[in-house]
């Protein structure tokens, strides 16, 4: 067909054109989800563009995608579309876009407002694999059945009425649940994709853990401060596609798997990032702690340059006692007026190292007068971790 060659021809020379350009690996990224995508939207949508063929160019897509991230070219689709890894990307897949266009298209002829569209029902050409019209079906049939279930508890001690509140099928107008329905096609296009993780045995490594850390903040914003180095290095890392001795050994003659710094143990991820003992003599550990130590600092200074010791900022005291504050109630605690400044004449800060219990628990002396509040934060780093954050 001359149209769906035509738009393969389209999609080519933009990912080409967006290859060629001068822009950074994220930014062409964004290009793909924010200018690539929508323009074949429409297309994919309207076309019978068969399966086989979509897929086709979403390798060719993701082939681009995974050059531009940095990730490694054996990365799954799998990983790189994933929406409930610790690190996912606000990418869409092609193929998914192509499937939630036909269930939209198919949507907009069971919710059309002709009588006569209606009474013929027509049925989106999706191919034999896949039907658009049994996904949309399937993704109502769970809608109406969570709303006859009503609101479960979520956790095990979460309480009665915890968690987010949705609004029934039945009370939602013909708009909402063309949304819902088309949210919910998502969502089982995604579930779709958790029953192959088991497939990938090292780049499914995050599926035993992620439950045990916060996931990353991977939106654009963030995206684009991190920069293409470290947004790959995360990729890899996670997804097991960084090459470590113990990884190079498969390929490399003349790579023992060994870590370069001990040569004692096997060079894995796991040992370089936070098992090398003599990366632990050297320091490096630490290195990263302070770092985070850093953080914390400049921000405990800036806020003491600029909003506490300011001079001209006048807060009226209410009380000089916080009292008992029910659940629910708003208390702000900014309106005491803290006259402070971090010891030493630097902009460090100073933790007490030794045994002077009273000193560790005061790193900032405190100026003030009787009738203020004070609110005491000890950052307590003893052994070069911050394993204690005590307000009181
Ligand atoms: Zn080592």
Redesign the pocket.
Known sequence: MPVIEQARGDLYQFLERLDGSSLSGIQKCWGYQYLVLPKMKWILAIYDIPASTVLKWEQRVNRFLRSWLGAGHTLSKICLFSRDSPVALPIDSLVDTWKVEKCRLQQSYKYSPDDFIRSVAPKVRSGRVWNAEEVLEEAERDLVCESMLGMVQPGKRAGIGFGEWKKPWEKMNTEERKKAAIERVQENLNKERVVEYGSLELQSGWARWREDVLALDLSWNSLFKMGDSMVGFILRAVYGTLVTPSLAVKWDEAEDGM?K??R??R?TLQ??LSG????LEQGRYTWRHDKVLNQIQSQVAYHLDKRVNNPKRSVSLQSSTIGFVSAGAKYNLLIVQICWSPRGTSRQLIFDDDDDEEELRHPFPLRMSQEQTAIFVTIDCRGGLPHATNVW
């Open positions: 870590c710094l001990c004692t143990e060079g040992h370089i090398c003992k003599v990366a």
